[in-house]
């Protein structure tokens, strides 16, 4: 009352005509703001409501949506393929789509005469043949339905018609290994097929059909067998001299090596027991194939074909078939390999200058795509349980369902291209390089953009020595004479460097490094990139912190595209805990001058960050900065989602506190409370749904203050930002809050509206998102040093249920089962499923259920080898460290029980 109101109408049509009418402005009466204050009421409490329900399934399956069914299988569609090889994606309803394997992005890329179907004749009925997908290809009927079960790398799809008296299961995957990235990149895709008799005595047969796009530029439409790339293609048809395997050799004549689009391709299939096998080498005819296969549910084998002549090219095809009727419940099975060899890409993206040839890494481990399919066929068993460890651990672990998924979906990411692995003289061991995120028909904002990947930590922990050569790239080529760490990567390496540092990119390269020797077994790549670690640290200490108070003030470039001012802990927490690394790191490398140094500022930008930034009457960090001088893209009095970002790396990294304890759990209690919503409407990156999505915003200003123009993208929800948020309110006991924003944003990816295995942002299969593994670090409070051999323990369930956890070491990956003993002494059981685990020491946080006085005693036992001789000493913070006294070395196949007592 009393005061003036303006209130300004903007036209923000940008269509044809028209005009906005304002013709009834009033003030509300004192009644009807009654009316309004009590309808939003009733709205939060009914919001809470169905919230509480929402939550009860956080640490469960039962809501989750696997098997994916019926229209939630409309948008699913999973990538195979190798790191650095290309992909192809299987939809929820079994069609092979999305094909990028000649090294261009293409996500709507469709071969359609690339597909399997199935032949079924029950004893005493008329045969029937259907393509095996939803949906049918050119009167080719598809199957009436799909259920898609899948954790990466492993998808399972059940295929059900009604006139085909068959159980149908299509076994989709791509060769994987974590902390192998070799054995990660190889350019195939398997696809197992099982049918098993229902109702009927039955023959059966299966064909796999792959269309010959040698020669493609991957953009362009390919209709049928029509495409002005497509000519001279060739295709040969045989024995692969594998057991009974047959293959489909195609390629096409005269390319030479240097061919951007030089390539060969195979199809292969090793049939099951009781199976006759027939290769066609090339046909271009549909009907005539379906007309062939209708007969018998066999293909008349054709040994060569081509070459085709100029705007055509041809399909190979591969028929299996049973040489007798199947009994009623009896199966039949085959397996078909798709394998591709592209060794050649240009460079076709944008900033910097075009067509470059590149050559792909894993052209180095394979001679050609016959090559490719024989290390496939030959090693198909052993090559599926490796890549079914992780699925496995679904129902086995304590990790709740629709995070398994959260975690398994990053990894799929990797092997999209969105990560592509070259060749480069100027680096042995060739450059790892990654977009943002895809655009529908090319990467976008390349490549390894330092404050995107500020987030991003699945690689790094899955394939570490990828993640070294993008830190060994960011010390090198891409560092400033001054130490600062460009923020995109420029390829080939002989071309000049472009872009300068943004301030989040390059403190978040520092605490990368660390990252990486943690993630090292040993010192050895410290070593080598001290020098420039060190002088990174020293750009942020000149640079951005001339005066030396701990507390950067000036021009601040981040993520958000756009730079802030003044004091804030957003850049000012990464800082910190840059500064807490690198003296880490110093102290590794004996420097102790340098962490002096790094020391003695921390300590003092930790006070004055607090002082300046804590606002107690809002209770979160606030940006402090001159709003007369800066008037666009600050946050001001904002409570903004990434504001202790440099704390939840510190977590990761146990560098301890960087800021006050309290002050921290205040900080994330508010984001909590104010960001986080669960009925609404997101600006268009986030490509959300009113009433249908949760989410955490960016920023909000829930006490007014709100600039004109405020940081960009604020009233969005970046998915990337929400699990590291989550992972951070777990690291602080937030559990149930960290779950909540964490399947929040799993949730809006539920198969109907948006791709399971897309999380997008500024494009698809968006590199920030690659988060979500910190959200399984915090959840398990297992962490690991490789070089000083140490294992982490920072929560011991209080009861005697025991929870159950993936953990992956330098050497080799397996399970962390913790629980509390009836006297609620602290049990630990390793189990390594891959490669070793070793360690010097464990250090485990007492449950508070625990309380031990004077000495402690800790019993530990490796199967096949019994006791294991061992100190135990408590620490600061109720802490104790078992020291083994020979280096523990735990093989796959055994495992380690560790129980401390009170001596």
């Known amino acids: 009352k009393g005061r003036r109101v303006y209130l300004r109408v903007v036209d923000a049509h940008s269509g044809g005509w028209g005009h906005i009418n304002v013709d009834d402005i009033r003030e509300i009466t004192p009644q009807e703001w009654q009316a309004m204050q009590r309808e939003r009421a009733r709205q939060e409490a009914e919001a809470r409501r169905r919230l509480a329900i929402w939550q009860k399934d956080l640490f469960t399956g039962d809501a989750w949506r696997m098997p994916y069914r019926g229209e939630h299988t409309a948008r699913l569609a999973m990538p195979l393929g190798g790191i650095g090889t290309g992909s192809v994606y299987i939809t929820g309803g079994g069609n092979l789509t999305g094909w990028q394997i000649v090294n261009r992005v293409n996500l709507g890329a469709e071969l359609p005469h690339s597909f399997l179907a199935v032949w079924v004749k029950p004893q005493g009925l008329p045969a029937v043949s259907r393509v095996l997908q939803v949906g049918g290809i050119d009167g080719w009927d598809g199957v009436e339905a799909s259920e898609f079960r899948g954790i990466y790398p492993v998808a399972e799809l059940s295929l059900r018609d009604g006139n085909v008296p068959l159980d149908i299961r299509l076994y989709a995957w791509s060769p994987t290994k974590f902390l192998d990235a070799k054995a990660s990149s190889v350019p195939a895709v398997v696809l197992k097929v099982t049918l098993k008799a229902r109702n009927y005595p039955a023959k059966v047969g299966l064909l796999a059909s792959l269309t010959n796009v040698v020669g493609w530029d991957g953009l362009s439409d390919v209709a049928g067998i029509k495409n002005p790339c497509f000519g001279g293609n060739v295709g040969r048809a045989g024995p692969l001299h594998l057991g009974d395997a047959h293959a489909v050799w195609m390629a096409k004549e005269n390319q030479p090596a240097d061919d951007p689009t030089v390539g060969t391709m195979v199809l292969a299939a090793l049939p099951g027991q009781r199976s006759a096998v027939s290769a066609v080498a090339g046909w271009q005819d549909f009907a005539a194939l379906r007309q062939d296969f209708d007969e018998d549910g066999s293909l008349d084998a054709v040994e060569t074909f081509g070459p085709t002549p100029a705007g055509e090219t041809a399909n190979g095809a591969i028929s299996v078939s049973s040489y007798r009727y199947l009994r009623v419940g009896e199966t039949f099975e085959a397996t078909f390999v798709i394998a591709w060899h592209f060794p ?36 198909e068993q052993a090559l599926y349980e490796e890549a079914s460890k992780w699925p496995s651990l679904l129902g086995r672990c304590s990790v709740p369902p629709w995070l398994m998924e959260a975690l398994s979906v990053n990894m799929a990411s990797i092997r999209t291209p969105l990560v592509i692995h070259v060749d480069d003289a100027a680096k042995p061991g060739g450059v790892v390089g990654g977009f943002e995120g895809l655009g529908e028909r090319a990467g976008c904002c390349p490549m390894n953009c330092t404050h995107v990947y500020n987030y991003a930590q699945t690689m790094a922990y899955l394939w570490p020595d990828l993640e070294r050569i993008v830190r060994e790239i960011d010390l090198g080529p891409q560092m400033m004479d001054d130490g600062g760490v460009r923020h995109r990567l420029q390829l080939p390496l002989s071309l000049p460097r472009e872009h300068g540092p943004f301030a989040d990119g390059h403190l978040s390269t520092i605490l990368k490094a660390y990252r990486e020797v943690r993630n090292s077994p040993d010192l050895e790549w410290l070593k080598a990139h001290w020098p420039s670690i060190r002088k990174a640290m020293d750009f942020a200490l000149n640079v951005y912190d001339p005066d030396g108070n701990g507390v950067i003030e000036g021009e601040q470039w981040n993520t958000y595209d756009c730079a802030v001012y003044g004091p804030n802990t957003f850049i000012g927490s990464l800082y910190l805990a840059a500064l807490r690394a690198a003296e880490e790191m110093a102290r590794l490398m004996d420097d102790a001058e340098a962490a002096g140094r790094f020391r003695s500022r921390f300590e003092v930008g930790r006070e004055n960050l607090d002082r300046i930034c804590w606002r107690e009457d809002l209770g ?41 304890e309290g002050h921290v759990r205040q900080a994330l209690r508010s984001i909590y409370k104010y960001n986080f919503k669960t009925d609404w409407l997101l600006e268009p990156y986030s490509h959300a749904e009113q009433g249908k999505d949760k989410g955490l915003l960016n920023c909000t200003w829930p006490f007014d203050g709100r600039p004109t123009q405020p940081i960009l993208y604020c009233d969005g929800a970046w998915t990337g930002v929400e699990y590291q948020v989550a992972a951070h309110m777990i690291y602080e006991g937030m559990v149930g809050e960290g779950l909540t924003v964490a399947r929040g944003a799993r949730g809006r990816y539920d198969g109907a509206r948006r791709n399971p295995y897309d999380e997008y942002e500024c494009g698809h299969h968006y590199a920030r998102p690659m988060s979500s593994w910190s959200v399984l670090l915090a959840l398990s409070g297992l962490s690991v040093d490789g070089p000083r051999g140490e294992l982490r323990v920072r ?7 025991p929870s159950t956890y993936p953990l992956v070491t330098p050497w080799g990956w397996g399970t962390a089962t913790l629980q509390s003993g009836p006297d609620g002494a602290p049990r630990l059981t390793l189990q390594p499923l891959s490669g070793t685990m ?15 006085r004077g000495k402690l005693a800790a019993e530990a036992r490796l199967k096949g080898v019994g006791q294991v001789a061992c100190t135990t000493t408590l620490g600061a913070d109720a802490e104790a460290t078992v020291s083994f006294a020979r280096p523990l070395r735990i093989a796959t196949g055994q495992f380690f029980e560790l129980t401390i007592q009170p001596r």
Do not use: M
């Open 344 to 379: 050649n890409r240009l460079r076709q993206w944008d900033w910097g200058p075009q067509d470059a040839l590149l050559r792909n890494t894993y052209a180095n481990y394979f001679a050609d795509a016959d090559s490719v399919a024989r290390y496939v066929l030959q090693n």
């Open 620 to 660: 979160y960090y606030v940006q402090v900065y001159d709003a007369e001088k800066y008037k666009a893209t600050q946050y001001g009095t904002g409570c903004l989602a990434d504001q202790l970002i440099g704390q939840w790396w510190a977590h990761t990294l146990d560098l301890g506190y960087i800021l006050p």
């Open 795 to 801: 929560t011991i369930p209080s009861g005697p249920t």
């Open 838 to 852: 070793r360690f010097l020491r464990v250090r485990v946080r007492l449950p508070k259920t625990f309380r031990a």
